[in-house]
């Protein structure tokens, strides 16, 4: 039955060294819940192992590392621990803990002195004991002795083996301490880099907060002076209606028929009121207020004359219609046509849409 259960294991090891890993698990699964006594402890080890190598070679390190922790836990037999830690030293090294895989390589090196120190010791105790057995009668006196240095040897071995366990469990101690402060520094960074990210994006939204209404405040400056234009145009313009309409009356008295002087002179002043030429300052200003307006306006339809900017102009401070006819003396009838006419200008379809392509620019 012994010779059986090596012969599955060595069946399952061949399978899997032939990547036929559904075989191997075939074979070991049910195999290794047969391997719970001490006497099949070497047995159950090494199957462990081989389930480990498949899960490794199947992309899954940590049942792989599950199960070699396994194989660790129940191993009785010290021999065993250079398969187990070469285990541990190869699953690290395909998880990319080289770390790790470095320090058991470390510990497979000192379970291999440790084995061949004892090994040896063996070797030479049987020697010896030979040599007693020849010479057992000369050398009765001398066999107490012979036992206190081999057991004062054992313990001195496992004595050493237990200072370089120490040794690497304070070597290993040490190594955690350094790398959680490390991993507590590079937190503290992390916080750092995060808390200056948050402070240097509060500082952006300030600025752009800032820069908002400050641009707020300007459009609404330049509002209010184009609204102080527009209202001294049309309150002009409202003045020069009543002069206009002032001047009709005058005509129209039966003294102006025995005047003719004061008739034509009236006539002048009524044509210096209909000329659209006397609203330079009104342009002066606006162009002052709205200067990049007039550029791009410009720059865009090189076309225009200065009466098309004028009305235009009128148009972007959202006068109506009837507010521009006043302005330029001119019928309601007749702003609608130059309306179309500056419309055409600027290549819209609908004359409708001037006030939404000028607000645009």
Avoid at 203 to 230: D, H, S
Wanted: charged share 30%; aromatic share 8%; net charge positive.
């Amino acid at each position: 039955m012994d010779i059986q259960r090596a012969l599955d294991i060595a069946e399952a090891k061949n399978a899997m060294e032939r990547k036929d890993y559904k075989k191997t698990l075939a074979l070991l699964n049910p195999l290794i819940n047969k391997l719970n006594t001490p006497e099949y402890n070497d047995h159950k080890v090494s199957a462990l192992l081989i389930l480990s190598k498949v899960y490794e070679d199947e992309k899954n390190p940590e049942k792989a590392l599950s199960v070699i922790k396994q194989a660790q836990k129940e191993n009785l037999n010290y021999s065993n621990m250079t398969d187990i830690y070469t285990r541990f030293s190869d699953n690290y090294f395909a998880g990319g803990d080289y770390r790790k895989s470095l320090e058991y390589k470390d510990s497979v090196l000192v379970v291999k002195d440790s084995l061949n120190a004892i090994q040896n010791q063996a070797m030479y105790q049987n020697s010896e004991i030979k040599l007693k057995l020849q010479d057992s009668q000369k050398e009765l006196t001398n066999e107490k002795k012979l036992k206190f240095y081999i057991i004062g040897f054992w313990i001195a071995v496992v004595a050493f083996i237990l200072w370089l366990f120490r040794g690497y469990l304070q070597k290993n101690k040490q190594k955690r301490r350094l790398a959680e402060q490390n991993e507590q520094i590079i937190a503290l960074e992390l916080k750092n880099k995060e808390n200056y990210a948050l402070l240097l994006e509060k500082q952006i939204k300030e600025k752009e907060t800032v820069a908002l209404l400050e641009k707020e405040k300007l459009k609404n400056e330049l509002e209010n002076k184009n609204r102080k234009i527009a209202a001294n145009a049309i309150h002009l313009a409202q003045k020069n209606d009543k002069i206009e309409d002032y001047i009709l009356r005058l005509k129209e008295r039966p003294e102006m028929k025995t005047n003719p002087l004061l008739a034509k002179q009236l006539d002048q002043l009524k044509e210096v009121l209909s000329k659209e030429d006397n609203s330079d300052d009104f342009l002066n200003h606006f162009q002052e207020i709205n200067s990049k307006f007039i550029k791009s306006l410009k720059e865009k339809h090189n076309d225009l004359t200065l009466n098309d900017i004028r009305y235009i102009s009128y148009i972007y401070m959202n006068l109506s219609t009837k507010e521009i006819a006043s302005i330029f003396n001119i019928t309601i009838e007749a702003c609608r046509k130059r309306k179309e006419r500056i419309s055409k200008k600027l290549n819209l379809e609908n004359s409708n849409d001037l006030y939404a392509y000028i607000s645009s620019i």
